[in-house]
Each structure stands twice: as C-alpha cells, then as structure tokens.
C-alpha cells in the first residue's frame, strides 16, 4: 500500500484576511474626508481669486473715473472716448453662476465698496473672512469673503 504525501497548500487564514480588510478601512475613512473636500476647497479658492481681481479693476477704474462704479456692470462697459472697459466680463461663482454681491455707498466725505462671495469650506480660516452673523449676507451657510475699500 503507497501511502500519499499531502503537501501543505499555502494560503491566507481568515484572520489575516480580516486584518489586511481592516486596515484598509481604516486608511479609507482617513483620506475620503480630505478627497471630497478638494473640489469645495478650489472653488473657495476661485472665488477669491475672482473678488480680488474685481478688487484691482474698481481700483482700476476710480484712477480712471476719479470714482466707483455704481453697479459692477459699468466695469465692464465702454465708457466711450477711448476708454477700454475695465474687465472683459464679471466674474461669477464657479458653483451656482450668480454674479458676486457688489455693494457701493456714496456719501459726502467717503466712497466705499464691498465685495462678498460665500465660502463652501466651513473651515476656511484664511484673510478677510468674516462669519456669516456679522454680514449682510444672509445666504451664506458657512463663511462669507468680504473685501471692503474706505477711502
């Protein structure tokens, strides 16, 4: 009678599967909070962008006019006797396509303006970031980025 050899099958045991599933787990819920905040973060990112660009062209536009637009539309008109319109177009919010909040005031002794866009990052901590409480914009859920000129 032969006797047969039984050779030893190499393979995992479920315990060592369990643990590799584990650890992959826990890698998962450390780096998906920072992947589906990326596209929140380089919107916030544009919208600032976009509001100090408006920022230089209304300064751009009181060297030329010795005052602020009324409306931001007027930044990018042609004012007619050779002057080019400050910017080709206003910029708009990469998320919802509604222009900026530009607010004008006109007094006797000061001209000021405030531009304002809502921020998505709740914890954007960056400049001129002010909380949605202390802001006339009601819209916003998280922050709002204001810059504000007094002359």
Do not use: H, W
Not at 30 to 51: E, G, H, Q, V, Y
Not at 88 to 95: F, S
């Amino acid at each position: 009678m032969e006797r047969s050899i039984l050779k030893r099958q190499g393979g995992f045991t479920l315990l060592e599967l369990l643990i590799v599933i584990v650890i992959i787990g826990i890698l998962a819920l450390l780096i998906l909070p920072n992947i589906t905040s990326a596209p929140k973060k380089a919107r916030d990112t544009k919208r600032k962008t976009d509001i100090l660009a408006m920022q230089k062209g209304l300064e751009e536009y009181f060297i030329n006019n010795n005052a602020y637009p009324d409306t931001q539309a007027l930044m990018v008109t042609d004012l007619g006797a050779g002057t080019a319109p400050i910017m080709k177009t206003v910029p708009t919010d990469p998320k919802n396509v509604a222009p900026y909040t530009y607010t004008y005031v006109s007094g006797n002794t000061d001209t000021t303006y405030t531009l304002s866009a809502c921020l998505e990052n709740s914890g954007d901590n960056g400049t001129d970031v002010i909380l949605p409480a202390a802001s006339n914009n009601t819209a916003c859920t998280t922050k709002v980025f204001q810059v504000a000129n007094a002359s």
